[in-house]
């Protein structure tokens, strides 16, 4: 059985770092890609990163270098580091997982490509 658990999320100053943890069970990190959408209210849900099995590791434009996704095969879990946050980070922060995308990677910032969630993790940035 597919199981994404998100934990880490937190109240946190602007300017300030937090890390997210995303435990999976039911699958190997190898065979999958796993991102982070995050959706604050009243806003659609946005793409945050996604790790794409070995294939390779792709964030979006208003996280790129401020975000460090990673995975560690050992833990079946996959992280997410970030500094310099800003209030427009506010949001619930969900894991999503699906086969590799591989060669179609650029569809990975598309929640419609995504089988399974987990339940999110609040973040909240405050000035």
């Known amino acids: 059985q597919v199981q994404l658990v998100e934990s880490g999320g937190g109240s946190v100053q602007a300017g300030t770092s937090l890390n997210l943890s995303c435990a999976v069970s039911?699958?190997?990190?190898?065979?999958?890609?796993i991102a982070w959408f995050r959706q604050a209210p009243g806003k659609e849900r946005e793409a945050v990163s996604c790790?794409?099995?070995?294939?390779?590791?792709y964030y979006s434009d208003s996280v790129k270098g401020r975000f460090t996704t990673s995975r560690d095969p050992t833990k079946n879990t996959i992280y997410l580091q970030m500094k310099n946050l800003k209030p427009d980070d506010t949001g619930i922060y969900s894991c999503a997982t699906r086969e590799v995308f591989g060669r179609d990677w650029q569809r990975w910032n598309n929640a419609a490509y995504y089988y399974f969630w987990g339940q999110g993790t609040q973040v909240t940035v405050s000035s």
């Open positions: 790790v794409d099995g070995r294939n390779g590791i």
């Open positions: 039911g699958f190997g990190l190898d065979y999958y890609a």
